[in-house]
């Protein structure tokens, strides 16, 4: 799937997607509304060899006074937008951003009933790795309370140790999507699906799939 450049990323973080796309030669922009993050994608860049252009914004919030023939915002970010006036302004922020024929894509969770359905006291071990700092295995474990009035998984994360437990822990409330929803939340907004997937490799969604990866473009007819 080629677009060509120039590309916007919102929630790009500290770059993880914005240099390698930058390093292929296509002109990105990415955009964050937090500054440590992106003083060290900053770095990384500058290290990578590439000249890329930082915005420090809100997604809902943005003006930067040009179109891109992309707009992305990947690795689940839009759950991190809980209510329906937060979700209005991002599209309407994208439409106003994303050039004749341009193309929105983004990525959430396509929501596990059985995941939801855990016991919230019940500590899972998501995954170990090394610290990079030398101080041995940590082990991420977290908990989840499903607020299905809102639709908001509220996960707890636990980084430890082996002579250090808890060290760190994270709240990560991430709204949830189901598939139907996500449909009809891109055609409330201007949106018309070009294509869904159930993963990065291109599978079309289907039933039992972890990911909704979702291919749009600006529908010809304009919402209130």
């Known amino acids: 799937m080629r677009t060509g450049g120039p590309v916007l990323e919102l929630g790009c973080g500290t770059g993880r997607l914005t240099i ?41 919030q943005f003006a930067l006074d040009r179109k891109f023939q992309l707009i992305v915002m990947p690795f689940n970010a839009m759950q991190h937008l809980h209510d329906r006036a ?35 006291r019940q500590r899972i071990v998501e995954r170990q790795y090394e610290d990079p700092d030398g101080r041995g295995t940590i082990t991420l474990e977290q908990t989840a309370v499903y607020d299905d009035a809102a639709q ?26 189901f598939p139907q929803e996500l449909d009809l939340l891109v055609h409330a907004h201007g949106f018309e699906a070009a294509e869904k997937f159930s993963n990065f490799e291109r599978q079309p969604f289907a039933g039992g799939g972890m990911k909704q990866v979702m291919v749009t473009r600006k529908a010809n007819i304009e919402t209130k």
């Open 152 to 177: 908001v998984n509220r996960i707890t994360w636990y980084f430890s140790l082996p002579d250090e437990k808890d060290f760190r822990v994270e709240e990560l409330p991430m709204r949830c999507f």
């Open 20 to 60: 390698p796309i930058a390093q292929s030669g296509v002109e990105i922009v990415g955009l964050d509304q937090s500054s440590s993050m992106l003083a060290y994608a900053c770095e990384k860049a500058a290290d990578a060899g590439v000249e890329i252009s930082w915005v420090e914004a809100d997604c809902r």
């Open 86 to 120: 937060s979700l209005a302004a991002l599209f309407g922020n994208v439409r106003k951003h994303l050039a004749d024929g341009g193309k929105f894509i983004f990525d959430v969770f396509n929501p596990s009933i059985a995941i939801l359905n855990r016991d919230p």
